[in-house]
């Protein structure tokens, strides 16, 4: 028996009570904090909740005028065959996906990720790009990249109608009229302000829980994933990791959240903090891709890198 513990079973046994003890503050502290009507569950150690909803056939979930033209009379009427949905993420570093991105029918891609130094890993093409109404000044500051380079792409800003509506106060919706001036071959759209409330009645059909109460936003990928699938008849997505990768064993190793923020945040911790963040708004990236997941097994949606 090489087992020569220096202390004495009393004293193990008020540090075993204090660690409890500590525990339970804790656990009763945490859930008396945060005032949602609700909490995200964990499932057992994984990061991740139940979904309680249920799915919707998004290639017709919502009709009449989604988005709406900042200027002139244009109207969406993408139809694509075979998609690529090009992620942000740093999984695409080094993945030499670019050549096959750019054979798709269609690109699409998210807010101010480029292409510009970095066509061999994620293409230089760009059917679509979707832009929260965070990320606009962080697109038009960079016409060249985002404006220019492809004349006849397609953007599509989303963002509250109380921020980016043609009746918010504020400058973004003024912005992005003159972006569509500035650039005629460019066709850009709003997400109709009744559009964006199908949104989140889908966030809640599709996972029992309701957007604003649950104190969630809804991110870029959620508006992003959505549109593919309405004008997509397949869709390969490049870069998104599956719902529980960040709570697999042993954990992933640190990569940024943005291929092209090397020095930003590191991707696991960003989705963690986020999914389990009660105070203020977050998003749920998580809970987002486990809908994604099951829409891939209701839409021709397929992931590489990582593939899934
Ligand atoms: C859009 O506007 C242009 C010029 O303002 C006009 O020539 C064209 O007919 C309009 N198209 C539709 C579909 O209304
Ligand atoms: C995109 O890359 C391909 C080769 O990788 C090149 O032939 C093509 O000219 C590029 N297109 C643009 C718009 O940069
Ligand atoms: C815009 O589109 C028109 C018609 O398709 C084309 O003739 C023109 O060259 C385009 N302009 C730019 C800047 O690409
Ligand atoms: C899914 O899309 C791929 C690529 O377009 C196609 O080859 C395949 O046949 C499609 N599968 C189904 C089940 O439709």
């Given at each position: ?8 079973p ?8 204090a ?37 919707s ?13 900042v ?5 969406m ?42 066509e061999k ?16 000044y ?13 004349p006849?792409?397609i953007?599509i ?5 109380s ?9 973004l919706?003024?912005?992005v ?40 936003w ?14 997509c ?46 105070r203020g ?28």
């Open positions: 028996m090489g087992n020569t513990s220096k202390n004495k009393g004293q193990k046994m008020a540090i075993f009570g660690i409890f003890l500590v525990m339970t503050l804790l656990i009763f502290y945490s859930s008396n904090s945060g005032n949602e009507s609700f909490r995200y569950i964990p499932l057992k150690g994984a990061l991740g909740y139940h979904l309680h909803g249920r799915t056939n998004l290639k017709q979930w919502a009709d009449g005028d989604g988005y709406l033209p200027y002139g009379n244009k109207t009427q993408l139809h694509c065959g075979r998609c690529a949905l090009v992620t942000s993420s740093s999984h695409l570093l080094g993945s030499n996906m670019g050549p096959k991105i750019d054979q798709a029918e269609c690109v699409i891609r998210m807010n101010d990720a480029p292409t510009t130094d970095y890993d994620v293409g230089n093409r760009s059917t679509m790009r979707v832009v929260a109404h965070s990320s606009v962080r697109v038009i500051r960079r016409p060249q990249e985002f404006l220019n380079k492809t006849d792409a953007l800003f989303w963002g509250p109608p921020k980016i509506g043609r009746e918010a106060k504020g400058t919706f003024r912005l009229q003159k972006v569509g001036m500035a650039f005629p071959n460019l066709s850009a759209f709003i997400v109709a302000p009744t559009r964006m409330q199908r949104f989140d009645e889908l966030f809640h059909k599709e996972t029992g829980r309701d957007r604003e109460k649950s104190r969630s809804l991110s870029t990928g959620w508006f992003t994933m959505v549109i593919a699938i309405e004008l008849d397949s869709i390969q997505v490049y870069g998104m990791v599956p719902p529980y990768y960040c709570s697999s064993r042993p954990q992933p190793k640190k990569r940024p959240y943005h291929y092209y923020e090397p020095k930003g945040p590191d991707e696991c911790t960003t989705y963690i903090q986020n999914e389990r963040g009660r708004n977050h998003h749920r990236f998580i809970t987002e891709k486990q809908v994604f997941a099951r829409w891939a097994k209701l839409y021709n949606i397929t992931f590489s890198n990582p593939r899934w």
